[in-house]
């Protein structure tokens, strides 16, 4: 059973258009970090949250932390073929201090 | 660049076979994080140390080891290869020891298993 559960798993989309993915959990986390990994190369890490309902906006990146700390979200507006990736979201659970990542969404943005 | 330097960064080799992938960790980082990523599995954490010992264990077989030398840099050993261990391994590194703290990666050590 994996921790942290990310949806969709794939998606492709064409540039200029919005979109949104999910990490969702049935645990408690203490912060959650969110990173993006690009083919041939390790994951980088963009944004952590630690409070609950808590929001963060890196350029075209919104990052929001559920009100009880069991998931997250990451909107993009105005996809550019430069967000292509794979994006990971990171929990450390209030019960240990492990970082546990998620499968993540591998994202498509075509031209 | 991560700062953190991992190789090699391809591997071929057979099953039944011992190979050594090596770390160095980004300037002034104490912890080493190993991880194995692999399509179904997503990316799984292996083992961490910091400082020198061994802080925290995860999905770890026991024909893996690993340590961390003197100077920082790790090296994760693996034995008596088998089919499924074709992954790739990354190395992260973090200043301190918790799990939220950000950790920065190695861009990998591709393992195929022949």
């Known amino acids: 059973t994996q921790l942290l559960e990310q949806s969709p798993q794939f998606l492709s989309i064409q540039e200029g258009e919005n979109l949104t993915v999910y990490c969702n959990s049935s645990s408690v986390f203490s912060s959650l970090q969110w990173y993006r990994q690009e083919p041939g190369e390790g994951p980088v890490l963009l944004v952590t949250?630690?409070?609950?309902?808590e929001v963060k906006k890196l350029k075209r990146l919104t990052f929001q932390f559920g009100d009880a700390r069991k998931d997250s979200s990451l909107h993009i507006t105005a996809a550019q073929p430069g967000d292509t990736g794979l994006y990971l979201c990171a929990g450390r659970p209030s019960s240990n201090y492990k970082l546990t990542f998620g499968k993540g969404t591998l994202l498509t943005v075509n031209p | 660049d991560s700062g953190v330097t991992q190789t090699p960064k391809h591997l071929i080799t057979a099953t039944g076979q011992r190979v050594t992938l090596r770390c160095s960790p980004r300037?002034?980082?104490?912890?080493v994080y190993w991880y194995q990523q692999s399509l179904d599995q997503g990316l799984q954490f292996l083992i961490q140390y910091y400082n020198g010992e061994e802080r925290a264990k995860g999905n770890i077989l026991e024909r893996f080891s690993a340590q961390q030398f003197p100077d920082l840099h790790s090296e994760l050993n693996l034995s008596s290869l088998e089919l499924g261990d074709s992954a790739l391994y990354f190395c992260?590194?973090?200043?301190?020891?918790?799990?939220?703290?950000?950790?920065?990666f190695g861009d990998g050590t591709r393992l195929s298993i022949l």
């Open positions: 992260a590194s973090s200043v301190g020891w918790a799990g939220d703290q950000p950790q920065h």
């Open positions: 949250v630690v409070t609950g309902g």
């Open positions: 300037s002034g980082d104490l912890s």
